[in-house]
């Protein structure tokens, strides 16, 4: 009895290990670094703010910018449904609560992924666009409340990264308040994880928005 039950947990415990490692290297594929590098044959951590997110993609090529946001989105949804696969391995069932442990992990492990790519030496994004990808699939009903406050904000100060920071902040308490963690603690500690990532990934952004000295967001028509 004993010697099943150990195996049983060695089972489950290596599914975690392997839920972590999908979702980080899923997380970790640099799509803006990769875009700008094919069609413009720059280095997007040379330019703007070098980061490899969306937003500094964007700067130099509104499409790419588009694209990067897409696909970083996409991975994040990806390794979210990649977590609830390996779940369903582990408990023969997608209904036993041990499910949205998995999910968790694959959540916080893909934005990590994007923070901390191994394939740029640990250079990465903010995780901002993967976070939206997770969410999509976690919590999409507080996902919709958090881009119409991001767009508000945006729309009406034109700092990404003000926005990016205030929905980051707010978004589990918003998940919380409206039930949309599934009632699982697992859930909700990934989501304030990811929310506490996000804002330590922003530290320059803040000393900047405090300093009055962070750039304004504003599109350029260039051909990608």
């Known amino acids: 009895m004993g010697s099943a039950l150990h195996r049983s947990f060695e089972r489950v415990m290596s599914l975690y290990i392997a839920t972590a490692v999908i979702a980080y290297l899923l997380g970790s594929i640099p799509f803006g670094y990769i875009l700008v590098r094919i069609f413009r044959g720059q280095d997007v951590r040379d330019t703007g703010s070098g980061n490899i997110g969306a ?53 916080i492990a893909a934005v990590m992924g994007h923070m901390f790519p191994i394939w740029l030496n ?40 003000l926005g990016s920071i205030v929905v980051a902040a707010a978004f589990p308490l918003i998940a919380y308040e409206m039930g949309d963690y599934h009632s699982s603690l697992a859930i909700l500690a990934a989501m304030c994880a990811i929310a506490v990532l996000i804002i330590a990934k922003h530290h320059e952004n803040i000393r900047r928005l405090l300093a009055g000295s962070e750039s304004r967001f504003a599109l350029k028509r260039t051909r990608a």
């Open 55 to 107: 937003t500094n993609v964007a700067r130099s090529s509104p499409a790419l910018g588009a694209l990067t946001l897409f696909f970083d989105a996409a991975k994040g949804l990806l390794a979210a449904v990649a977590g609830t696969y390996l779940a369903a391995i582990a408990t023969h069932t997608l209904r036993h609560p041990s499910v949205y442990t998995f999910v968790a992990i694959a959540a």
């Open 122 to 161: 640990f250079r990465g994004g903010k995780g901002v666009a993967t976070s939206v990808g997770v969410f999509l699939a976690i919590a999409p009903k507080t996902l919709l409340i958090a881009v119409a406050l991001f767009v508000a904000l945006v729309v009406a100060f034109r700092y990404v990264s």
